[in-house]
C-alpha cells in the first residue's frame, strides 16, 4: 500500500494511469473494505495524491491539468460522490479529514458535478452541516467546502439555511473571537456572503430567525480593541454588513 502511494505521489505517469484505469478499483475497496481503516486511509491518500499532488517528475501534462482531469473522471464514476460523502460518517479522523480534502479538490475542478451529486444524495448535505460541529480541524475544511457548494447554487443555499446555517455560522464566529477572529471567521463570512447575496428569501428567513442582533454585535468594537483595526479585521466588518442587510 504505502508503494503505491509513494508512486502515485512522485509520478505523473502514475497518476495519469491510475485516473484512467485505476478509479473504479480504489472505489470498490472504499465501498466494500470501509471496516479496514488502514486500508481505506490508504486509498484516500492515494486518491489525493492522484488529484492534487505536484510530483516530482515530469510528463506531458502538469500537476493542475493533472488534478482537474483526475478530478473530473473521479467525479464521473457512478456514486463517487455519494460514497466520499458516506464516508464522513465513519468515526475516525484520518477518513474524516481525507475526505472533506477530496471532497474540496472536487469542488474546485468539478464544482457543478459535486453540486448536483450532493443534492441528489440523501441527507448528502446534512452530513456536511454536521461536520461544522466536529473538532476544529475537520469544521474548517467543512466550512471551505461548503463555501464552494454554495456559489451560485441556490437550491443547496435553500437546504443549508433550513439545515441551521446561520446559527451555526454565528456560534462559530463567536467561538473564534467575532471580528477579532481570523482566517476561520472569514471562512464563515464568505459563507454567509454566498447564502445571503442577492436572496431576499434567505434575508427574510435570518431577520425573522436570528434577527439583527448577530450581525450588531459584530460591527460592534470590543472594548479592549485598539480604533486601529487591522485590513483583515476591516474585510471583515464590511462582508459581513454587506452579505447580511444588501439585497
Given amino acids: 500500500m504505502e508503494e503505491l502511494q509513494d508512486v502515485v505521489a512522485e509520478s505523473h505517469s502514475a497518476q495519469l ?5 485505476g478509479l473504479p478499483i480504489i472505489l470498490s475497496v472504499l465501498r466494500e473494505e470501509r471496516g ?18 505536484e510530483g516530482n517528475s515530469h510528463g506531458n501534462k502538469g500537476p493542475v491539468e493533472l488534478g482537474m482531469l483526475n478530478s473530473e473522471l473521479l ?42 451529486a450532493v443534492l441528489a444524495t440523501p441527507q448528502g448535505l446534512t452530513r456536511l452541516m454536521d461536520m461544522m460541529q466536529d473538532r476544529e480541524v475537520i469544521r474548517n475544511e467543512a466550512l ?14 435553500k437546504i443549508a439555511v433550513f439545515e441551521g446555517v446561520f446559527e451555526k455560522l454565528f456560534n462559530i464566529i463567536v467561538e473564534e473571537g467575532g471580528c477579532d477572529g481570523g482566517i476561520v471567521v472569514q471562512d464563515c463570512l464568505d459563507l454567509l456572503n454566498n447564502i445571503l447575496r442577492g436572496s431576499p428569501p434567505n434575508q427574510n428567513f435570518l431577520r425573522e430567525t436570528l434577527g439583527f ?9 470590543r472594548k479592549s480593541s485598539s480604533l486601529s483595526f487591522s485590513q483583515q479585521k476591516v474585510i471583515d466588518r464590511q462582508k459581513t454588513f454587506c452579505a447580511s442587510w444588501k439585497p
Fill in 17 to 21: 494511469a491510475l485516473g484512467a484505469t
Fill in 36 to 53: 479496514n481503516l488502514d486500508l481505506v486511509r490508504g486509498m484516500l491518500e492515494t486518491l489525493l495524491s492522484a488529484l492534487g499532488s
Fill in 75 to 116: 467525479a464521473r464514476e457512478e456514486g463517487s460522490a455519494s460514497l466520499l460523502l458516506s464516508l464522513l460518517d465513519v468515526e475516525d479522523f484520518f477518513v474524516r479529514y481525507r475526505t472533506l480534502c477530496l471532497l474540496i479538490m472536487l469542488s474546485r475542478n468539478s464544482s457543478v458535478r459535486l453540486q448536483e
Fill in 144 to 157: 471551505l467546502l461548503l463555501t464552494f457548494l454554495t456559489r451560485s447554487a441556490e437550491e443547496i443555499q
Fill in 213 to 221: 442582533q448577530p450581525v450588531a454585535l459584530l460591527l460592534k468594537p
